[in-house]
């Protein structure tokens, strides 16, 4: 908030810090919540910390500073006033002059509230990561939905953000599935929904595989002829691949994800094992072969003790592994972006391989094994009315939970606003069961399980995205019925009442917020935050009258309804979820 006053003091700061010889930099404002004003406050210990004059202890050295840079900052407009006190400059905001600038600035930033233009070298998130010629299922989705949130939330506090996704398009599902297709189905073409036909195959596939020695004995064949490189093998893969590809981008598209850098394994295994024989010259790798794999013994290695292990990096038999191809993928992605940092969104299952892999990387002496990070996830439980898997034992995939979530939203909405006609009416359900299904798998620690069901996530009045959506549309609706264009700017001068000031706090959190959920990786800060803001809006709703008062009460609540319905719409949006205007 307010960044241009906080330059300002910064600048009157680093002249302070000049002419004693201080480091300049080291002084940050922090928001005072309000309790009668809202202010800002400066602890001046690190300042006091890096004096090389050591005359006094810190605390009252900070003190000193403290009353030296209140007569400094004295003339500074729009303070009520100012106090040194306890090693902190506090100064605090006339009321009204601080709601104001609030809102204003709101309005005026628009979508661009809550977030920070983009500098600095970018960071590559992956996620999603699906493997091809299988579909996209509910098992797949807290991964899209944490990783694309994330993403959205790193690129508001000003990360430029590489959107990476890593294909498992290689290994016996798919040679299973191809043989499949050529034994019983060939010349076939997938219809509208591509992803179901393709998953349907790849359940009869592994059906046969497990029931039918014959299949299995024609799998391990085919799976000779695809290491043998047989072309035409190489052909039906391509166009196979595609097929699951397109799959998995409508559901990408249904979801309102999109990705900057597709990554295949299938890339990355023949660099991987270069790579293995480089390990073994260097000694890092011992080579237990013919009998055994190659392995880096990484607890031997660093003298740890169950805590690193062994990470088999290929089998005795020469062919790849999963860790063999990580190898390579992480420094392909180093080489072809200069990356601040690269994050890997996977569930908490793989912590110990990703552990692993780092070390790895930073044995290998890559001096950006430190910027690698994996950003782990728990699973997502569904209880009771949630189905796990259909009829014949597959599991539910994305689309057919997205297509129920969206039937379920259309009940509600029409029960709740019958008069819509059918084409909103399907918009707004449509919004409403993509926040339903995303919030819930946002709104919790990344590392605790969510526990996933219909009655929660579309419950108005809880906890949910629709519960916040509907915040917006009680904004909106206030808009509308407004016979005059909304002011976009107001004075405020009436008595603010507890409602309103909390909903005004609220509002203005919005970039702190944003700033500690990058930092964090933590959706969940906005998911939080976003209830909140909603909770106030409320409030103050059911409290405060807008178009029945009168005069600058009247104005000032109208920018005060928009500014709350902004903020609504970006914390939303950072989750991915959309803002019906009715409901
Ligand atoms: N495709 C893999 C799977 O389905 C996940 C890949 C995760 N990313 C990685 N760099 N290991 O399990």
Same mark, same amino acid.
């Given at each position: 908030?307010?960044?241009?006053?906080?330059?300002? !003091?910064?600048?009157?700061?680093?002249?302070?810090?000049?002419?004693?010889?201080?480091?300049?930099?080291?002084?940050?404002?922090?928001?005072?919540?309000?309790?009668?004003?809202?202010?800002?406050?400066?602890?001046?210990?690190?300042?006091?910390?890096?004096?090389? #004059?050591?005359?006094?202890?810190?605390?009252?050295?900070?003190?000193?500073?403290?009353?030296?840079?209140?007569?400094?900052?004295?003339?500074?407009?729009?303070?009520?006033?100012?106090?040194?006190?306890?090693?902190?400059?506090?100064?605090?905001?006339?009321?009204?002059?601080?709601?104001?600038?609030?809102?204003? %600035?709101?309005?005026?930033?628009?979508?661009?509230?809550?977030?920070?233009?983009?500098?600095?070298?970018?960071?590559?998130?992956?996620?999603?990561?699906?493997?091809?010629?299988?579909?996209?299922?509910?098992?797949?989705?807290?991964?899209?939905?944490?990783?694309?949130?994330?993403?959205?939330?790193?690129?508001?506090?000003?990360?430029?953000?590489?959107?990476?996704?890593?294909?498992?398009?290689?290994?016996?599902?798919?040679?299973?599935?191809?043989?499949?297709?050529?034994?019983?189905?060939?010349?076939?073409?997938?219809?509208?929904?591509?992803?179901?036909?393709?998953?349907?195959?790849?359940?009869?596939? #592994?059906?046969?595989?497990?029931?039918?020695?014959?299949?299995?004995?024609?799998?391990?064949?085919?799976?000779?002829?695809?290491?043998?490189?047989?072309?035409?093998?190489?052909?039906?893969?391509?166009?196979?691949?595609? *097929?699951?590809?397109?799959?998995?981008?409508?559901?990408?598209?249904?979801?309102?994800?999109?990705?900057?850098?597709?990554?295949?394994?299938?890339?990355?295994?023949?660099?991987?094992?270069?790579?293995? #024989?480089?390990?073994?010259?260097?000694?890092?790798?011992?080579?237990?072969?013919?009998?055994?794999?190659?392995?880096?013994?990484?607890?031997?290695?660093?003298? @740890?003790?169950?805590?690193?292990?062994?990470?088999?990096?290929?089998?005795?038999?020469?062919?790849? &592994?999963?860790? @063999?191809?990580?190898?390579?993928?992480?420094?392909?992605?180093?080489?072809?972006?200069?990356?601040?940092?690269?994050?890997?969104?996977?569930?908490?299952?793989?912590?110990?391989?990703?552990?692993?892999?780092?070390?790895?990387?930073?044995?290998?002496?890559?001096?950006?094994?430190?910027? %690698?990070?994996? &950003?782990?996830?728990?699973?997502?439980?569904?209880?009771?009315?949630?189905?796990?898997?259909?009829?014949?034992?597959?599991?539910?995939?994305? #689309?057919?939970?997205?297509?129920?979530?969206?039937?379920?939203?259309?009940?509600?909405?029409?029960?709740?606003?019958?008069? &819509?006609?059918?084409? /909103?009416?399907?918009?707004?359900?449509?919004?409403?069961?993509?926040?339903?299904?995303?919030?819930?798998?946002?709104?919790?620690?990344?590392?605790?399980?969510?526990?996933?069901? *219909?009655?929660?996530?579309?419950?108005?009045?809880?906890?949910?995205?629709?519960?916040?959506?509907?915040?917006?549309?009680?904004?909106?609706?206030? &808009?509308?019925?407004?016979?005059?264009?909304?002011?976009?700017?107001? /004075?405020?001068?009436?008595?603010?009442?507890?409602?309103?000031?909390?909903?005004?706090?609220?509002?203005?959190?919005?970039?702190?917020?944003?700033?500690?959920?990058?930092?964090?990786?933590?959706?969940?800060?906005?998911?939080?935050?976003?209830?909140?803001?909603?909770?106030?809006?409320?409030?103050?709703?059911?409290?405060?009258?807008?178009?029945?008062?009168?005069?600058?009460?009247?104005?000032?609540?109208?920018?005060?309804?928009?500014?709350?319905?902004?903020?609504?719409?970006?914390? !939303?949006?950072?989750?991915?979820?959309?803002?019906?205007?009715?409901?």
């Amino acid at each position: 908030m307010f960044d241009d006053v906080k330059e300002q !003091l910064a600048l009157i700061i680093d002249r302070f810090c000049q002419t004693r010889g201080l480091p300049t930099g080291k002084v940050e404002f922090r928001n005072i919540p309000f309790s009668g004003e809202w202010g800002l406050a400066a602890p001046l210990f690190p300042l006091a910390a890096a004096d090389p #004059d050591k005359s006094l202890p810190v605390p009252k050295k900070a003190q000193e500073f403290a009353e030296i840079l209140k007569n400094q900052v004295a003339d500074l407009p729009g303070f009520s006033h100012i106090e040194a006190v306890k090693g902190y400059l506090n100064l605090y905001f006339e009321p009204h002059q601080y709601a104001e600038r609030v809102v204003s %600035m709101v309005l005026e930033q628009g979508k661009a509230f809550g977030s920070q233009a983009q500098q600095g070298k970018p960071v590559m998130v992956e996620y999603s990561n699906p493997n091809t010629h299988k579909p996209l299922h509910v098992g797949h989705l807290r991964n899209v939905i944490l990783g694309g949130s994330v993403c959205n939330i790193l690129e508001a506090s000003g990360k430029k953000v590489i959107r990476a996704n890593y294909i498992g398009d290689i290994g016996l599902h798919v040679i299973k599935w191809m043989c499949n297709y050529e034994m019983y189905h060939s010349g076939e073409q997938p219809g509208v929904d591509t992803m179901r036909w393709m998953a349907d195959l790849y359940a009869e596939a #592994d059906k046969r595989f497990v029931s039918e020695p014959a299949f299995e004995a024609a799998v391990r064949d085919y799976f000779g002829r695809w290491d043998a490189g047989e072309q035409h093998l190489k052909d039906l893969w391509k166009q196979t691949r595609d *097929w699951s590809m397109e799959g998995f981008e409508q559901v990408y598209t249904l979801l309102g994800e999109h990705f900057d850098r597709i990554y295949f394994e299938s890339e990355v295994e023949e660099p991987g094992k270069a790579l293995v #024989d480089q390990l073994i010259q260097s000694g890092l790798a011992e080579d237990g072969r013919p009998e055994n794999p190659v392995i880096i013994d990484l607890d031997k290695k660093l003298g @740890t003790k169950e805590e690193y292990r062994v990470v088999v990096i290929l089998r005795s038999d020469g062919t790849s &592994l999963y860790a @063999t191809k990580e190898i390579p993928l992480a420094i392909m992605k180093f080489t072809e972006y200069d990356l601040d940092q690269s994050i890997y969104v996977i569930d908490v299952r793989q912590s110990l391989h990703m552990k692993q892999i780092i070390k790895v990387m930073e044995l290998m002496g890559y001096p950006w094994a430190g910027r %690698m990070r994996h &950003l782990a996830y728990e699973i997502v439980n569904l209880p009771g009315n949630v189905t796990m898997s259909s009829r014949d034992g597959t599991v539910v995939l994305l #689309d057919d939970l997205i297509r129920e979530a969206t039937q379920r939203a259309l009940e509600v909405v029409r029960e709740k606003n019958p008069a &819509l006609d059918a084409e /909103t009416m399907q918009d707004v359900a449509e919004k409403v069961a993509l926040g339903a299904i995303k919030y819930p798998m946002i709104s919790r620690e990344n590392t605790k399980v969510v526990t996933f069901d *219909w009655d929660t996530a579309l419950d108005f009045n809880g906890q949910s995205a629709p519960y916040i959506q509907y915040a917006v549309v009680r904004a909106n609706s206030i &808009l509308r019925r407004l016979n005059e264009p909304a002011p976009s700017k107001a /004075t405020f001068s009436h008595e603010l009442t507890p409602a309103e000031v909390n909903l005004i706090e609220k509002i203005s959190q919005l970039p702190e917020v944003v700033q500690k959920a990058a930092v964090e990786f933590k959706p969940l800060l906005v998911a939080t935050y976003a209830f909140e803001l909603a909770q106030a809006f409320n409030d103050f709703y059911t409290q405060c009258p807008v178009l029945s008062a009168e005069g600058s009460t009247r104005l000032s609540r109208l920018v005060l309804v928009q500014a709350a319905k902004i903020a609504l719409e970006n914390g !939303l949006s950072l989750l991915g979820i959309q803002s019906p205007q009715v409901m």
